[in-house]
């Protein structure tokens, strides 16, 4: 006699029905859109949020919890800075442009912020800088703002935007890995998806 076998209900993919995988980088003409949409909504701690976001190329864990002291000395925000990454307690350098540097520092002086403080609080009780669910949530209306699908885009987005345009530009791939902060250069190889990029752009230049 055979024993009757109890199958537990067949639980669904976590991820049917989602878009996974890497989220695309921002364009040229998403980011002019998503700041002059900023400027005009006249959101100068979002403006100063997302600049730092594309400049510093930081993960979303890192960004958050930025002090106005890493970035700020003397009261002026400093044309480059250093941190040490949480996920590989590894130091990275990042540059902050002008315009960035600008909207900081106006930022700073609108919320009265101190050197020790996080330089983007949190707005509710629950921690004293903005977390990162938050940010996802920012990043999701930043996007929908000018007509993207959120579902595409996500907070590595942000990280991923500048690097994308460098190496489009330059194919200089070791610069890439350094400001991302990655310790082995095939990370950023996987990272960039760069591989296939490059081989369909070679494909596309051969007519047979």
Known sequence: MYEL?????KL???NKGKLVGQKAPLKPQHIWGIRIHLQMAENTRDLALFNLAIDSKLRG??????????ISQGGAVQTRAQIFQQKTQRPVKFEITNATREVINDW???ASLKPWQYLFPSRTGDSRHLSTRQYARIVKRWVSSIGLDPANYGTHTLRRTKVSIIYKQTKNLRAVQLLLG?????STVRYLGIEVDDALELSEKIEI
């Open 182 to 186: 990655h310790t082995a250069l095939e």
């Open 108 to 110: 700073i002086d609108a």
């Open 61 to 70: 864990c890192d960004l958050v919890k930025l002090k106005v002291s890493d």
């Open 5 to 9: 076998i109890k199958h537990s209900p």
């Open 12 to 14: 669904e993919p976590w």
